[in-house]
């Protein structure tokens, strides 16, 4: 069981950063794929980034070159560092983990744990 924990949205202006926090808890972190997802009002909830357990990392083609992610072991934490930001980035951003790498990263019915997310809002 992981319990997360998301920090770090806010509103900024076009071409504007941002960096979400996700803190984790109840479990053996390291072993966990942990992915960030968003969904914006009316849309689908999308993968945004995701990295496995050795460190490999995957974006979508939308935010490649702009967003990176990261996890630090020792804090238990996962990052998402938003440069670049577009109004389009517009959403609410959730952490999801679980313990068996994904077939497919991007596909949400395959995390079992998530955040109760945090508000992006870009202006343009």
């Known amino acids: 069981e992981v319990q997360l924990v998301e920090s770090g949205g806010g509103s900024v202006q076009s071409g504007g950063s941002l960096r979400l926090s996700c803190v984790a808890s109840?479990?053996?972190?390291?072993?966990?794929?942990v992915a960030w997802f968003r969904q914006a009002p009316g849309k689908e909830r999308e993968g945004v980034a995701a990295?496995?357990?050795?460190?490999?990392?995957h974006y979508a083609d939308s935010v490649k070159g702009r967003f990176t992610i990261s996890r630090d072991n020792a804090k238990n934490t996962l990052y998402l560092q938003m440069n670049s930001l577009k109004p389009e980035d517009t959403a609410m951003y959730y952490c999801?983990?679980?313990?068996?790498?994904?077939?497919?990263?991007?596909?949400?019915?395959?995390?079992?744990?998530w955040g109760q997310g945090t508000q992006v809002t870009v202006s343009s």
């Open positions: 999801t983990a679980d313990l068996f790498f994904p077939t497919d990263w991007s596909e949400k019915t395959e995390y079992s744990y």
């Open positions: 990295v496995d357990a050795y460190g490999s990392t």
């Open positions: 109840g479990s053996t972190y390291t072993s966990y794929c």
